[in-house]
Every structure is written in structure tokens, then in C-alpha cells.
């Protein structure tokens, strides 16, 4: 990561790690892997003012935030004099010493186009209550709806949230830092003055806009839903809908109704790296730059430019630049995290020095984004024949103090709230509050972990309470390609759940499950089996991607992304997808590279009304990164991308050697790393030849292209050489010529893309997978152990078998955690407070997680099976990260229902609960 795209605003120009030699499309080893476990320089944390190139000063300073400790009293200041003399000399900036644009700075949500549709369906019934009530609306962050809040709490208002910054303190040196920082922690109450609030507390525990609700009735040849309903009828459409689901579930004869109930506490993603960075406000060049892991560099870029863009900025900013590094992990944990931000703000503060902002694992745990805290109640409707006829399901998610992702985690769960299965009917409604807690963010699962432990624990209580058999319930009710979601999306993705359930009913760990069972009736323990299966959507409902693909004269190739490497493996894959394609394997793998889309020449802006039709025009331009976004949608961009760059190169330099001016791509292939006639009728061409004689043709020397998905991929034709059209699944294509930074854009023709009609659908891309966990409960001590996982998951094309592996086993670890051990209380009794660490916060250990990878009885493993590529996959995968940990909650609650005739809904599962419920 650490590196930009070669173009006049990057601030950085590095590589780490090199694709090894090897067979072209198959990764050797992880190109991050030596660079990393050799401690070399790669994450923010690592570096310092002194490490950057020039003209960055080689001295800096040192930022430290203060956090808010209550929110029912006014803040009033500070007691400087209670620091230590060292740290006596810091610049301390309070919230009423900052530009309106500083304090609350006007940051984007847009991220996916449900959700924008949803947002404009709620303005649209606001302003009709408005207008009826004669009610303005101010704006502001404690008005929910608002996404503006202050960076600082000014002197005389109450906090917004716990944690939210109340002061800033800028340190010339490491020693008063540190001096402060250990002065203050654990005891900063001595340091914060509070007083009585004026009047009313503002309003918490209101939902922040938009509120999801997904109404579906498709009985007797009459259709509701949320995908076809008109969008600004459907709101009030809806509720006679409910009334006719009630009136159809009355009139089924023993109808079964099982009650749905379950909550989660928020949790931690706990990565690697708690957040660091470094700001440089450049005063002779008006540049800031920033040295920052993130898992939305062009999103963070946008915002920051918001805080210094208005007309009451301190310092006119011409440039925004961004060194990316590898964040080390998060999954979610970073995506609109407020940290770039207050790295930015301090920047202003340091009269052109460099300075630095780190948080350690206490500050991380204090102030970092949350897996959000939720309780789901509801109840499934199942039909004497098995068939589910209703899902009604309430999901509310706690979103802490700042808006952030919130609603569109709830979004994301209320459609995971169907979870694998077909229903004619569904009544579900989702929302993020605003509380006082620690805010909430993405995470890894997007609210899937939450909706599908709720449904699929509701669906095993029917089977126990019935005597059906588990497997046979889920696979009477699994959804199918062409069937429709509680959306009323349809699904046109081969699932293969019918097939993946064949494989669990036959492995042996659920075959012989009685047996085992028994085996263990004689030892001080309880054993236990459950099954789960989960159908995790990825993507964003409209998703935006862009890279570059360049080659040296000397057949180097350089794959560039503005995606981010979270640890999961994306700049591994990304460099060895281009083999088949390029002949090698790319060299170099740059991420996190902002500037890519700013170069392609195309707008989000659709003045003309004409979408597709407008050669200038895309849906979106980029989205945050995702672990999940890259089998897909990296993936496509960089292959295409990669095809564009041998048409216009690579393919025109052989016409020349071999001197046969119709070559065209089905004539040549590669073997062994050079291109040959697929007749061999000539000696092949090495890509260094290939490369040279590119050059000195003064043939392009990269590509760069954008692509866009909803439901199918845009298209065009390119004119990549002398008039001859090219037909890619890009909207974008660019071409690096000669000396020039900036690509030549080649317009394109005869374009199309999906429908606007399809954003409704909401999600249109699946991760399926089956889960079977057996676990044993000491019957003293309540303790349980994960004894075995089993896997199966429907990934589609595997670029990188042992990252997909690597993915799954992560995934486990992370569900055996967030099940059974990670807890973080709300309010000033959780991380809050400042003081927790992993001394109270416990995670999974080697111990906790079965280390095998082959299930043998009397033996712990987790055995993963992924399901071969069929033609109905065209070639493209799956995003898996999420996927394996969404159904292991559900199957270890499920197990344990087996082993001790207990359920449990309330997460995380700990022995005391275990106990409580044995002894009632």
C-alpha cells in the first residue's frame, strides 16, 4: 500500500513487496506477507514526520484528544495546572475556538443507492409533515436525521456522545506527551470541569433517518413489496398490507407461531493496529498531507476537503494528499471513522509542523466504532406443510452518538432478517438509534451477524418443538435463484443452498451426531450439535470501482486500486488476476490510490437526464473498501482493465514482430509466459519483448478503467486502436501515453448499464454458506468448548485458494468470539470509561478455536468445503469474509440447545448465562 498513482498531486511514490516469479495467475506467497513479519515500515503507526520524503519537516508534534465523561452535564473547561510541568507548555484548543466548518464538518453518506432511495423517500413524507405542521426542521447533530455533529464540544453544551472529543491538546515534543498521557489516564475526571445543564437534556434514543421497512404480501396473484411498490405510495400502502398479512395468517388452520427474541452487546472489531497517522498543513504550498491506514481513502479525502473548503477555514487549502497504509485489519472498524478527521483538525493547529495523532488499545477501545449493540423480536409463521408463510421482525441497532453507517447496517439487517428462504409474506422494520454509547460501525457482517442469528435460532425452536428434522425444514423453505427476497428482489444468482444442506446432512459430524452425542452421556460434559446457514449480500446495491494496470518497457507490471487491504489479501489477489490475461503476475500492487477516479473523466452528475446514454456519466464513482468487495468487484475492474491494456499494447506490438497487421485476441494465448499463435505457426514473444517493442512504438504504457455493478455490469465499446472498437463491462476507459501523468480518456460508445428501477432491489450479489458446530458444556462450570466447525461455502471462482481459507478461519475465530465471549457493557460501565483493555475485554484465544483442519472423531478441527465452479458463476467469485461467520453464531446456540435443552438468545453466551439458565 504505502504508494500513489504516479500523477502530479501524490505525495508518495512507493511499493511494498513484489509478486515472486512463479506460474502467472497463482499467488506464490502473500505480497504483503514479508514485508509485514519482517517488521518493515507499512502501517501508519510505523512512521514519523522524519520517515517521510521531502519536503515533509523532519521534527513533529504530538496531538492528544480529551473525551467526554458524561452526557447529562455541561462541559466547562479544564484544570491545566493538574498536569505535570513538562506537559504545561501544550496549545490546548477548545470547541469554541473553531470555525463552524472545523467543528462540524459537512461529511458524505452516500454509499449505497437503496439507501439514497430510501433517504429520499423519508425527505419526501418529511416535507409533507412539515408542511402540514407548519414545523421547521433545524438542522444540527442532536436533530437525528442530521448527519452534522461537532468534532469539539463547545464549552457550555452538554456532549453529544461519551467519548466525544472536548478538547485538543498539541505537544511540541514526545516528553510532554507521554507526561500528560500519564497523568491523565485512568483519571481524567480530575482534569474535566462539569456543571448542571440549563434546561431539558437533548433527545436520545431517537431513530436516525431513513427508518427501513419491508412489507411484502405476494398470495393468490396479488403482489406487494418494497422493489415494484411506487416508492413515495409504498409508505402508506404498507400498513393495509400488514393488515392483510394478519387477515391470510388467521386463515391457515394450525398455523405455528414462533416468537423471535434475541439482543447482542456491541463489540469490538479488534485489529491489529489501534488507529494512528500523521498531518502536515504545508503553509507555502497550502497543501495538507496525511500519512493514514483507512478504510475509505477517497471518502476520508472528500470530508477532509469539507472542513477547509467554506469561507471561515483558517488556512486556504489548494491539495489534499494521502499516503495510504495498510490499516492492519478492521473490517469495518474504519469505514467512516472519525479519525481522519481529528487528524486533519489538529493540523491546523500546529503552525506548520508536522504532528502526530496515535491512539493506543485503551483509547482504541474508548473511541473506535462498535459492532452495534441490538435486540431483534419478532415471530416466524410456519405452515402444518413446514413452509414459512410470514417473517415479522423488529430489528433496532444501537448507533451510539454519531449517525454514521448506522442506517444502513439496519437496512442491511432487515434484509438478512429473511434470512436463505422464500416467504410470500414479511413484515419487517429496521432502525439505528441515537444513544449516548460509543458509536456504531460497520463491521464485519453489515447486520447479518445479528438478523441471521435471530432467524435461523427462531427456525430450530420450530423443528425441536415439531419433531422435524432440521435440515429438512431448511431445505423445504431455501431460497432459489428467480425466487424473491422480503424485499421482493429477485435473486438471480445460482445459490446452491438445496445442494450445500446435501453436503451437511451427509458429513458425519451431523450423520453420527446421536452417536456422539451418547458418547459423551458418561463424562462431566454436554454434548451438543447445531446447523446454520446464512445468505450474506455484498456489495452496496451499487457499486463504483476504478484501477490502473501499468507496464515498464521491461514487461513490469503495476496493478493500482483505490481499494484497501484490510489484511484480507486484496493486494495479493488483485496482482495475480492480470496472469491469464497479461502473461505475469504484476510486480507491484498499489492501494488505497484516492486520485484514480478523478482521472477517468467521468461524473456522477446526470444533468441531461439521460444516464447510459450520456458517454460522461456513471451512477458512482468509487465506495469504501470492503473484505468483501474484492472477489467480485476489484476483481472485475482490475481483469478488464487489464484486457483494455492488451488490446491497446500489447496486442498491437505482436501485430508489428510478427508481422500480421489482422491479429486479433482468439488468435494468440499465453503459454509459459509468452504470447503465441494458438496454431504455433511462429516462435512465441516474451512479455519483456512484447513490453520493449510496445515502447518503442510509443504504444500506451497503462490502462486505466472504471467499472459499475447493480444487479449486471455497465458496458461499452472502446476505441483502443486505429478505430477498432473493444467491448468491455467497463463505463470508463483511459490510457497512459508517453511522459504524460494524466491518462487520455477514450470516450465511450454505444454504452449501457443496469436499470434505475433495480436500486430497489437492495442487494443483488450472495455469499451462501452452511454451518455444523458441535461444542461440549461442562455441566460445574458452564464453560463450553467449540469442538468442531464444519463449512460449506458457495464462493464461485477462487482466485487465491489459501486467502479464501485464510478468510474462513478468521471468520470462525471471530464468531466463536463474538458468541461466547466478547462483551462491551453500554455507558460509563464499558470502554467509555477509558480504562478497558483486553483484561476485561475478552477475546477467543488459540485454546478456544479447534486448530485442525480435517474433522476426525475425538478430534477438534474446522473442516471447510468449498462448492466447485460452475458455468452459472461466469468466471467471477464471491465475497466471502463476512460469509462464514454470519451462521456459527446461530449453529453454536443451536448446539447448545442439543447439548443442554437450553436456549440462548442473549449474546454473548457466557457461563454465568449458561448456568443461570441450567438452574432454571
Not at 40 to 54: G, L, T
Not at 244 to 263: F, H, M, T, W
Not at 379 to 396: G, R, S, V
Not at 463 to 489: C, E, F
Amino acid at each position: 500500500m504505502l504508494g500513489l498513482p504516479a500523477v502530479a498531486n501524490s505525495s508518495q511514490q512507493a511499493q511494498i513487496g513484489t509478486s515472486p516469479a512463479g506460474t502467472p495467475g497463482v499467488a506464490a506467497q502473500r505480497i504483503d506477507g514479508v514485508a509485514k513479519v519482517t517488521g518493515q515500515k507499512v502501517y501508519a503507526r510505523d512512521f514519523d514526520a522524519r520517515d517521510m520524503p521531502e519536503p515533509w519537516p523532519k521534527t513533529q508534534t504530538y496531538a492528544m484528544f480529551l473525551r467526554a465523561l458524561t452526557t447529562k452535564e455541561r462541559f466547562i473547561g479544564l484544570r491545566t495546572s493538574a498536569l505535570p510541568k513538562v506537559a504545561q507548555s501544550a496549545r490546548i484548543v477548545l470547541g469554541n475556538q473553531l470555525t463552524k466548518a472545523q467543528r462540524s464538518p459537512q461529511v458524505s453518506f452516500r454509499r449505497d443507492l437503496v439507501m439514497d432511495q430510501q433517504i429520499k423517500e423519508t425527505r419526501f413524507v418529511n416535507q409533507q409533515i412539515k408542511e402540514a405542521l407548519f414545523d421547521p426542521s433545524p438542522e444540527g447533530f442532536d436533530r437525528p436525521s442530521a448527519v452534522v455533529y461537532d468534532l469539539i464540544v463547545q464549552p457550555g453544551n452538554v456532549p453529544d456522545y461519551l467519548g466525544q472529543a472536548v478538547a485538543l491538546l498539541i505537544f511540541d515534543d514526545f516528553k510532554g506527551y507521554r507526561a500528560a498521557l500519564q497523568a491523565m489516564q485512568f483519571q481524567d475526571d480530575q482534569f474535566q470541569i462539569y456543571a448542571p445543564p440549563d434546561g431539558p437534556l437533548p433527545p436520545k434514543d431517537q431513530p436516525f433517518d431513513p427508518k427501513t421497512t419491508y412489507v411484502k404480501y405476494d398470495v393468490d396473484g396479488e403482489a406487494f413489496d418494497y422493489a415494484t411498490a411506487n416508492p413515495y405510495a409504498y409508505p402508506h400502502e404498507a400498513d393495509t398490507y400488514r393488515g392483510k398479512i394478519e387477515a391470510r395468517l388467521a386463515s391457515i388452520p394450525g398455523l405455528i407461531r414462533q416468537d423471535i427474541q434475541s439482543d447482542m452487546r456491541a463489540m469490538d472489531p479488534m485489529f491489529m493496529e489501534p488507529e494512528a497517522g500523521l498531518a502536515w498543513l504545508d503553509p507555502e504550498k497550502k497543501i495538507l498531507r496525511l500519512v493514514l491506514g483507512t478504510q475509505s481513502p477517497d471518502g476520508d479525502v472528500r470530508d477532509i476537503v469539507s472542513m477547509y473548503k467554506e469561507g471561515d477555514a483558517p488556512t486556504p487549502l489548494d491539495e489534499v494528499t494521502l499516503t495510504s497504509c495498510y490499516p492492519g485489519g478492521g473490517f469495518g472498524g474504519r469505514d467512516k471513522s472519525p479519525f481522519s478527521l481529528m487528524l486533519a483538525l489538529a493540523a491546523a493547529f500546529t503552525d506548520g509542523r508536522p504532528v502526530k495523532l496515535i491512539y493506543d488499545r485503551f483509547e482504541q477501545f474508548r473511541v473506535g466504532l462498535k459492532r452495534h449493540a441490538a435486540t431483534l423480536s419478532g415471530q416466524l409463521a410456519i405452515a402444518p406443510d413446514k413452509t414459512i408463510q410470514n417473517i415479522e421482525m423488529t430489528l433496532q441497532f444501537d448507533g451510539g452518538g454519531r449517525k454514521n453507517l448506522s442506517p444502513y447496517v439496519a437496512s442491511l439487517a432487515a434484509l438478512c432478517a429473511g434470512g436463505s428462504y422464500k416467504t410470500p409474506m414479511a413484515n419487517i422494520y429496521a432502525d439505528a438509534i441515537h444513544s449516548e454509547n460509543i458509536s456504531g460501525g460497520s463491521q464485519r457482517g453489515f447486520g447479518g451477524p445479528q438478523a441471521f442469528f435471530a432467524i435461523e435460532t427462531a427456525l430450530d425452536d420450530v423443528a425441536a418443538a415439531k419433531g422435524w428434522d432440521p435440515v429438512d425444514l431448511r431445505r423445504i423453505n431455501a431460497i432459489s435463484q428467480n425466487d424473491t427476497t422480503v424485499v421482493g428482489g429477485p435473486v438471480e444468482q445460482e445459490l446452491r443452498l438445496t445442494e450445500m444442506l446435501d453436503m451437511a446432512e451427509a458429513h458425519p459430524l451431523w450423520a453420527n451426531r446421536a452417536a456422539l452425542k451418547q458418547d459423551y452421556d458418561t463424562r462431566e460434559v454436554n454434548y451438543g450439535t447445531g446447523i446454520a446457514m446464512s445468505l450474506q449480500a455484498y456489495g452496496t446495491s451499487g457499486d463504483g470501482t476504478v484501477a490502473a494496470v501499468l507496464i515498464t518497457p521491461e514487461g513490469k507490471l503495476t496493478v493500482q486500486s483505490d481499494a484497501v487491504d484490510m489484511g484480507n489479501g486484496s493486494a495479493t489477489t488483485l496482482g495475480v488476476v492480470i496472469g491469464d490475461i497479461l502473461g505475469a503476475n504484476a510486480d507491484h500492487v498499489d492501494m488505497g490510490c484516492y486520485t484514480l477516479f478523478g482521472q477517468t473523466g467521468l461524473t456522477t452528475k446526470d444533468t441531461t437526464g439521460t444516464r447510459w446514454a450520456n458517454p460522461d456519466w456513471t451512477a458512482k464513482g468509487v465506495g469504501s473498501s470492503s473484505a468483501c468487495l474484492t472477489g467480485l468487484h476489484q476483481v472485475h475492474v482490475v481483469q478488464q482493465t487489464a484486457h483494455a491494456l492488451f488490446e491497446a499494447t500489447l496486442l498491437p506490438a505482436a501485430r508489428q514482430i510478427w508481422g500480421q497487421p489482422d491479429l486479433v485476441r482468439s488468435d494468440v494465448t499465453w503459454r509459459n509466459g509468452a504470447l503465441s499463435l494458438v496454431d504455433g505457426a511462429t516462435d512465441p514473444i516474451s512479455l519483456p519483448s512484447l513490453a520493449t517493442a510496445a515502447a518503442e512504438m510509443g504504444l500506451p504504457r497503462g490502462a486505466l478503467g472504471h467499472a459499475y455493478f447493480q444487479n449486471t455490469w455497465a458496458e461499452a465499446d472502446f476505441d483502443l486502436r486505429e478505430g477498432a472498437l473493444t467491448h468491455l463491462a467497463l463505463d470508463g476507459v483511459s490510457l497512459y501515453e508517453g511522459e504524460q501523468s494524466l491518462p487520455r480518456r477514450v470516450v465511450r460508445q454505444n454504452g449501457f448499464g443496469p436499470d434505475s428501477a433495480s436500486k430497489r432491489y437492495s442487494r443483488y450479489v450472495w455469499a451462501p454458506c452452511v454451518n455444523i458446530v458441535s461444542l461440549t458444556v461442562h455441566r460445574t462450570t458452564g464453560r463450553v468448548q467449540i469442538e468442531n466447525v464444519v463449512s460449506i461455502l458457495n464462493a464461485g471462482r477462487i482466485h487465491v485458494h489459501d486467502l479464501v481459507s485464510g478468510q474462513s478461519q478468521g471468520g470462525v475465530a471471530m464468531a466463536i468470539s463474538y458468541t461466547l465471549h466478547e462483551d462491551l457493557p453500554p455507558g460509563m460501565g464499558g470502554p467509555a470509561n477509558g480504562t478497558w483493555n483486553l483484561d476485561q475485554y475478552h477475546v477467543a484465544r488459540m485454546q478456544d478455536v479447534p486448530l485442525g483442519v480435517e474433522y476426525r472423531p475425538g478430534a477438534r478441527a474446522q473442516e471447510l468445503h468449498i462448492l466447485d465452479e460452475t458455468p452459472a458463476d461466469k468466471g467471477q467469485g464471491r465475497g466471502i469474509a463476512e460469509a462464514v461467520m454470519c451462521s456459527i453464531p446461530p449453529a453454536i446456540s443451536n448446539a447448545l440447545r442439543d447439548a443442554v435443552g437450553k436456549r440462548y438468545t442473549s449474546l454473548p453466551i457466557t457461563p454465568e448465562k449458561i448456568l443461570e439458565g441450567l438452574r432454571a
